[in-house]
Structures are given as C-alpha cells and as structure tokens.
C-alpha cells in the first residue's frame, strides 16, 4: 500500500495522519486520478478522517471531501462526501439519440453514488447498461425483431446478437460485473462499481465508434476526383 501524509490540527498544533494513496473517480469531471491531498479533519469517535482533496486532472482540479477509515497501517479510502448538488454526467449527441433511458438511468445511479448509497447505485448500473445494449441492438435491426430483443436475457443478447468483437468482449464483462452487484455473493470479489463503470465506458466508446465510422462512411460513400 502506497501511504501519504496528510496534516490536521489538534490540540494547538499540527500533526499529520497517514493514509492510504489511493485512487479515485472525481466527483465532478469523472475521471479517476489520484488527488491531492491537502488537509483533514479527524473525527476520533467514529475513527475517520475527511480529507479536502483535490483533482489532479488539469481540466477539472475542483476540490472535494474523501472520507478515509482508520485501519492497521494507514487510513484506507472509502468515499467521496456527497456534494451540494450532485454532478451530472454529459454524453455525445450520438448517445443521447441512440438511448436517452440510458442516460437517465446510469445519472440517477451516478447521483445515488455521489451521496454515499453504495449498495444501490450498482444495480442502477446494471440496469443502465440492459438498456444501452438493447437499444443499440434496436437500432441496427429491422422492428420485427425488436420484441425480441426487449424479453430476451441481456447475456443471451450480447451472445447471440452483437457482432462486434469489441463490444461483445467489454459488455458481456459489464454484466458479469453488474450481476454481483444484484446478488447475495459477488463472483467477482476484487474488482467493484469503479471498475463496472469502466467496462460501460468501454462499451460506450466501442457502441459510438461504430456509429460514427458508419455515418461517415455512408457520408463519404464515393472518392471525389
């Protein structure tokens, strides 16, 4: 574990906490960097610190409370405080047209997360992803067979639907991944929300960059002399 120390102020005087350096999704552009950690204040009766961070991303650099638990060697992270008003996430124009419930359930998810709730924001991200795989897969197939796709099972989908590799890859893992967060017991014990939220992303960008290539294409469909 990589330990970093941060100072506070008690009884007249500051000294400094150690914790863990860890890694984390900004709260308000998205991107997970390791911030910097600037100060903290330390509440002994519940064993944690909040620690006034800042993003590193050279963009963004907005500041934001980290809550760090007390454990054997250093604090470890455990969340980002919630904000005043929760962040919204932006999306292209592409995905906006190709699946607006998919945007609206994945920022309800993300809202739900910024304010501490954890243990449900992973299922609202499943559910995300069933709806941008099964509009995706509407959109490149005639109506007839869009009942079809609405009842089916989203593996059975992904499987027998989707021909795109990279795609087909990086969303069946999503839903692996998605799948423990709705169940008793997690198959996939080291990896967690940070990291289905990176397989969505990944199947955002395979799903867009088919779409854009396709629309150029069609655009530029003959060579201009």
Not at 106 to 111: A, D, E, I, L, M
Not at 173 to 195: C, F, M, P, Q
Request: aromatic share 10%.
């Amino acid at each position: 574990m990589n330990i970093v120390d941060v100072p506070y102020y008690e009884n007249g005087k500051f000294v400094k906490a150690e914790i863990e350096n860890a890694s984390m999704e900004c709260p308000f552009c998205g991107i997970t960097m390791i911030p910097e950690y600037h100060f903290c204040i330390y509440h002994g009766n519940e064993c944690s610190l909040d620690v006034f961070s800042q993003c590193t991303n050279a963009s963004c650099e907005n500041t934001f409370i980290a809550e760090f638990l007390e454990d054997v060697d250093a604090a470890t992270f455990h969340s980002i405080k919630p904000l005043a008003m929760p962040s919204e996430k932006t999306f292209s124009d592409i995905l906006n047209e190709l699946s607006p419930n998919f945007i609206e359930i994945y920022n309800q998810s993300h809202f739900a997360e910024q304010l501490g709730l954890n243990q449900i924001c992973g299922t609202g991200y499943r559910k995300a992803l069933e709806f941008l795989i099964k509009d995706y897969l509407m959109s490149i197939n005639s109506e007839d067979k869009h009942q079809d796709i609405k009842t089916k099972f989203l593996n059975n989908c992904i499987r027998d639907d989707i021909d795109n590799a990279n795609i087909k890859k990086v969303a069946v893992r999503a839903v692996w991944l998605g799948n423990d967060e709705t169940h008793y017991i997690r198959k996939w014990e080291n990896k967690d929300i940070s990291d289905l939220k990176t397989l969505i992303g990944l199947t955002i960008h395979y799903i867009e960059s088919e779409i854009q290539a396709k629309i150029l294409l069609e655009e530029m469909s003959e060579f201009k002399s």
